[in-house]
């Protein structure tokens, strides 16, 4: 009780100082500012202001130029107000001495808040060149023009500052030690003189590149246990942000360092420079040493594909990092010691063996703690490699050390006794791996079970940046190798090194096992960083200001105002600048409604720009809301409300935070007035009636008994005709250019309706083929409802009839669909003929958007083409540029031994929209699907034209795709 009462006695009267110190005027801080009496461009007030000679004998620090806006003031006293009274509210065993937080509170209540917004940039002439980045200064507002400082300034925790002199190029763990040399943070927050606020990691667990603070730069860096939480951190870098560069006295001159660094340090500061960890692909191609795994993950949205050497294994490998703590992919290992099978199927090939791996970070790495994983090899596969592992891994600097523990193939050295076995006696032996093809791709109930080993190791990366050395303990001892083979080893200890030969190539080479050589190659890259710039779209066109409010001398522009207007002109504008189709122009009182149809484009948002760029351009100015409405085949599926003088305002000046506004919203669909209403139908488009495309065209099997790749490059036709705007008749016809599909001899047995394993008697029966021939049906029902029906040829196996139906409220993250379908199996020339097999099919979907990391999931529920029942759960991500990255599987009512190899369906995917790889907009993606093998068991009816995808514009989320440039500016 008596703590309680001290503590609160405590905490009132630290509250009592601190609202003192926040109520006490203070004087005016930093450069002197200029306060603008008369509406003008920052631009060309600074263009004048330079030119002056009193300016030109000055050391002008045009970074530090600060735009210093009067009604933003009031918004950042209360940021002040707020993060005062967190400082005073800090309270437990853990927050920093009483003295360090009166000392903090002292000094941000001794500085005013300022108004000042963060620019793009300050040159006057990119200004002048940028209008929708230059602000249109009001009156009251401020300019302040500093000379350029000589020093870095470090706020330590008690409130005092440290102005450390500037030496180029050194980071700020720099200027943090010339102030404090016992000091040891983790993060440093880098406030740069533009007002620009940067994070960054700064202890040897955790260091990454960064930018060097800039003269004026302030720096705030805690110390590891200081106690001072981040979120004050955060608010602290956002307040100094406002203060103007650092080092300057009130008539923004600059002052002479408060405590000279040591000259001694100077040197070793411009040599050292925090680099990245570099994660690197271990022989198995999921982030590892050699033979080992570690802990570390590549960043969301990372791929590789490689190939590792190692008599007698070569292994081809294929990883994605669809989380920052989840990686999975597929392998192919080839071992040359062994045939595929009897000669007379597949001749010499030797014998692939094909697996799943995955890991999954459990901790990330602290200061103190390391990250830790957890991982398995070879998952429903053959078990010839199968392992599972827990590793932990801690980087200090340049070196990162692992440590873990394996089962299975990780640990064949057996030097542990498996912990698991108190449990049970059936943990200490672990089950033969099972090469049978009829028993492969069920899971193991061997997992966790035998004798384990320890492995690990340590990286190192060189001073020469694309060197890395690696060495290992390896925790298997090769004894009991894949088809009862036993490798001599003269070392448990692997050596090697990667090569980064250019920021996605990187080549390994090492000595295995102590007498194999090891040579691998990998290429990886960003997936979520895929985009190509749209030089082949037209240029955008400028934006002008409505003639009623064109009445500034500082705004753009003025639209010429017209009494007549010539509407299927502004229709062809939008077209040329969207590539989208007009269907109707439709005016109701101060709105005008636009309809678009056939909505070529993934990206939507600079369409969107561009939609109204024109629409404000052409439309009287009593116009003060433009409604956009986009139909898919018809369908009416989305809509966005435009407020017209708020979009004009948002692209023609730079706003200070307290004046931006929202000025698109995502909406329902327009209804269109009735006829009886007060509607002017201004224009109504023409349908285009036929469209065809012809291109190449590519498909492959891989790994199967006739030959590792088997291939066909044909050339493509895809013709539509459109009888209405929602009814059309859609032809795929395929020519076969260049194949080997003569090697393709084996015809996979199968104990179920050979629904798919006809797959062979499909691709080599004739060369030209038509897998698609289908007459579809939309339509809507109320908002929420849609349906489809339609007929024809649907995919290269089977013909018939079929109907959708599909529940997608607008905006929700749920929806619902069902699809009937009967089917005939057609002819293996994909001509007009058909076979005797009839099935019904369907399913129940439900899509769930979790609205989590990009993360969707899909549950179906139905009848496949075998007639066999069951589920299908397909989990998928999509970054910011539309990549997607999934994986699925399916389990029906056969048991293992009826469906064969593999035991059930499933799959890994990827899609990439076409908007990310061409230089021009346009919708459609590409997709590249692996499964390990093609069986009759789960087989879905591989339709068209799904309701989900055509209706996909309804994502409210589709303002938020955008192309790399834009994503890593934007908000995730």
């Known amino acids: 009780m008596a703590s309680g009462v001290k503590d609160a006695l405590e905490r009132g009267r630290s509250y009592a100082f601190y609202c003192l110190l926040s109520c006490t005027s ?71 001495p009483q003295a360090e937080r009166e000392g903090l509170a002292a000094l941000v209540a001794s500085r005013r808040a300022t108004g000042r917004v963060v620019l793009k940039r300050a040159d006057p002439r990119w200004l002048q060149a940028n209008p929708s980045d230059d602000p249109i200064l009001d009156s009251g507002d401020a300019v302040a023009i500093p000379e350029r400082p000589s020093t870095v300034t470090v706020l330590r925790s008690d409130g005092s500052l440290c102005a450390v002199p500037y030496v180029a190029q050194a980071e700020a763990l720099y200027y943090i030690r010339a102030c404090d040399s016992k000091v040891s943070p983790d993060w440093a927050w880098i406030v740069q003189p533009d007002g620009v606020v940067q994070k960054a990691a700064v202890a040897l667990w955790n260091r990454t590149p960064q930018d060097p603070p800039a003269p004026g730069a302030w720096i705030w ?32 001159h600059g002052v002479a360092p408060e405590h000279p660094a040591p000259g001694a340090a100077v040197p070793q500061a411009a040599q050292f420079h925090a680099r990245d960890l570099p994660v690197t692909a271990s022989d198995w191609g999921t982030a590892g040493l050699l033979q080992t795994p570690t802990a570390r993950m590549n960043e969301a949205g990372e791929a590789s594909v490689g190939v590792s050497v190692t008599s007698p294994y070569t292994r081809y490998n294929v990883m994605l990092q669809p989380l920052d ?29 094909k697996s799943i791996d995955f890991k999954v970070r459990l901790l990330k790495e602290t200061a103190i703690r390391p990250a830790l994983a957890f991982g398995m090899r070879d998952v429903g596969g053959t078990g010839l490699f199968s392992g599972e592992y827990f590793v932990a891994s801690k980087r200090t600097g340049d070196f990162d ?279 002017a139908d201004v224009y109504e488009g023409s349908e ?86 289908q007459l579809t049906h939309v339509g809507a029902i109320g908002r929420d409802q849609y349906y489809s029906v339609y007929g024809g040829y649907l ?3 089977f013909a018939g009839v079929g109907a959708e139906w599909l529940y997608r409220p607008w905006g929700s993250s749920l929806a619902l669909g069902v699809d009937v379908n009967r089917v005939r199996q057609r002819g293996f020339r994909q001509d007009f003929s058909l076979r005797d097999y009839s099935v019904t099919t369907g399913n129940v979907t439900l899509y769930w958007d979790t609205g989590w990391n990009g993360v969707r999931v899909d549950l179906s529920v139905g009848q496949y083409l075998a007639k066999d029942r069951g589920a299908t759960l397909d989990i998928s991500r999509v970054f910011r540029n539309g990549v997607t990255i999934g994986a ?46 093609t069986r009759d068991g789960g087989a879905k009816l591989a339709r068209q034209f799904t309701l989900y995808d055509i209706t996909d514009k309804s994502n409210p989320r589709n303002l938020w795709f955008a192309p790399p440039s834009a994503a890593q500016t934007g908000p995730e």
């Open 325 to 353: 703590w989840l990686e999975f992919g597929f392998r192919y290992t080839d071992i040359s010691s062994q045939r595929y099978g009897p000669a007379a199927l597949s001749g010499t090939q030797s014998y692939k063996d």
């Open 888 to 933: 699925y599987a399916t389990k029906t009512n056969v048991t293992s031994a009826q469906f064969g190899e593999g035991s059930f369906d499933k799959g890994i995917y990827v899609t990439i929209p076409f908007d990310a790889l061409f230089t021009r907009s346009t919708g459609g993606v590409a997709a590249i699907r692996w499964s390990p093998l």
């Open 26 to 96: 203070v004087p005016a801080f930093g450069a002197h500012a200029v306060t603008i009496s008369t509406p003008v461009r920052l631009g060309d007030w600074l263009a004048d202001r330079l030119a002056t000679p009193q300016a030109r004998e000055r050391d002008i620090y045009v970074t530090g130029i600060q735009w210093q806006s009067a009604r933003e003031r009031t918004l950042q006293q209360g940021a002040r107000q707020t993060l005062l009274d967190q400082i005073g509210y800090l309270s437990g065993p853990d927050v920093p």
């Open 221 to 252: 860096a805690p110390n590891r246990d200081s106690g001072w939480p981040e979120s004050l951190s955060i608010r602290l870098a956002a307040f100094f942000a406002t203060q103007g560069p650092s080092g300057l006295d009130d008539e923004g």
């Open 401 to 679: 050390w692992s440590l873990g523990v394996g089962w299975g193939y990780l640990g064949a050295r057996g030097n542990i006794p498996n912990p698991l076995s108190v449990f049970s006696d059936s943990f200490k032996n672990r089950p033969a791996s099972d090469v049978n093809v009829s028993n492969s791709g069920t899971f193991s109930r061997g997992y966790f079970r035998g004798s384990m080993s320890l492995f690990g190791g340590v990286q190192y990366q060189t001073p020469w940046a694309p060197l890395i050395l690696k060495l290992e303990y390896d925790g298997n001892n090769y004894q009991n190798e894949p088809f009862h083979q036993r490798f001599t080893t003269r070392s448990s200890f692997n050596i090697g090194a990667v090569y980064r030969v250019t920021s996605n190539i990187d080549v390994t080479a090492a000595l295995e096992r102590g007498n194999r050589a090891m040579l691998g190659v990998t290429l990886h890259g960003k997936l979520s960083n895929i985009g190509t710039p749209k030089v082949s779209d037209p240029p955008p066109m400028p934006v002008a200001m409505p003639s009623s409010a064109a009445s500034s001398s500082v705004a753009p522009a003025q639209a010429p105002a017209a009494n007549v207007y010539d509407w299927s002109a502004t229709a062809r504008n939008l077209e040329q600048q969207t590539g989208f189709t007009v269907q109707n122009v439709y005016r109701d009182g101060a709105q005008l409604i636009v309809v678009f149809d056939q909505v070529d484009a993934f990206y939507l948002e600079d369409k969107i720009d561009r939609i109204v760029t024109v629409l404000n351009r052409d439309a009287p100015p009593d116009v003060r809301a433009f409604r956009i409405t986009l139909r898919s085949r018809g369908l009416p599926v989305t809509g966005y409300a435009v407020i017209r003088d708020t979009w004009v305002t948002n692209h023609t000046r730079a706003l200070p935070p307290i004046d931006r506004q929202q000025a698109v919203y995502t909406s329902p669909p327009a209804v269109v007035p009735d006829e009886d209403m007060h509607r």
């Open 795 to 797: 995919e290269s196996m």
């Open 688 to 773: 285009k009636r036929f469209y065809v495309s012809v291109g190449p065209a590519y498909q492959q099997t891989l790994g199967g008994p006739n030959g590792f790749v088997l291939y066909q490059i044909s050339a493509n036709a895809y013709a539509e005709a459109r009888l209405r705007r929602d009814t059309w008749l859609a032809g795929d016809f395929n020519l076969g250019v260049v194949d080997n599909y003569d090697k393709f001899t084996y015809t996979a047995p199968s104990n179920l309706p050979r629904v798919r394993t006809y797959l062979r008697e499909y691709l080599t029966t004739s060369r030209f083929t038509m897998p698609l021939l």
